[in-house]
């Protein structure tokens, strides 16, 4: 089982790339989406939006691609998101499974600032995405496993601006993810308007 945790404010085609390629390259039966509940290393730095409508998002974005679900579990946990207290609790919903815990290479290489991140390597194997031909270096002792997925320069971060301005924002943002965003009237979107030509 892979765990794909992040803030998913929205998602976007890099995270559904990203999850879908782990996936076949390891075989895993299932990738969770794990949307964070209160992402910590990004408290006080922007207003994020509301977990349940994140997960929301994330449950349409992944609603017909095999092998990826939508994970609500830190929401159930409350409080801040930390990937240690997430894998305890898989591990104790789903006794046996083998779990690796998917990070891009920028997370990666700041791992030793997680909050117990050496639980974090016990409880799962660590897989990192990296870009082609730009390896990512890891603290020493650690097991991981390097997964290449084609460099698509998509964030969250322009996706939002892109909302408020108006730019396209085709095929950076699947269909169901923006006919979410529209009905639930998210990121400056009006209830019933995409933001967008849905093409």
């Known amino acids: 089982m892979g765990l794909f945790g992040g803030t998913f404010d929205p998602p976007h085609v890099g995270h559904l790339v990203t999850a879908v ?3 076949y390259e390891l075989d895993l039966d299932v990738v969770v989406m794990m949307v964070a509940n209160i992402p910590w290393q990004k408290q006080g730095t922007r207003d994020i939006t509301g977990a349940e409508d994140r997960l929301a998002l994330v449950s349409a974005a992944v609603a ?4 990826l679900q939508p994970g609500r579990h830190e929401i159930d946990l409350g409080g801040n998101s930390y990937t240690a207290d997430t894998l305890r609790s898989l591990a104790a919903d789903f006794p046996g499974a083998e779990l690796f815990t998917i990070v891009g290479d920028d997370a990666a290489a700041g791992l030793p600032s997680w909050e117990r991140h050496e639980e974090v390597v016990a409880q799962s194997r660590l897989v990192v995405v990296d870009r082609p031909g730009e390896p990512v270096e ?11 997925v084609p460099r698509l320069e998509v964030s969250s971060t322009d996706l939002r601006a892109r909302f ?7 095929y950076l943002v699947t269909n169901p993810v923006l006919e979410e965003i529209r009905r639930r009237g998210l990121y400056g979107v009006p209830i019933g308007q995409a933001g967008t030509d849905d093409r």
């Open 21 to 23: 390629n782990v996936a």
């Open 164 to 170: 408020t301005d108006g730019r396209p924002l085709d």
């Open 64 to 67: 017909a691609v095999d092998r």
């Open 138 to 148: 890891l603290p020493g002792g650690v097991d991981w496993i390097r997964v290449e």
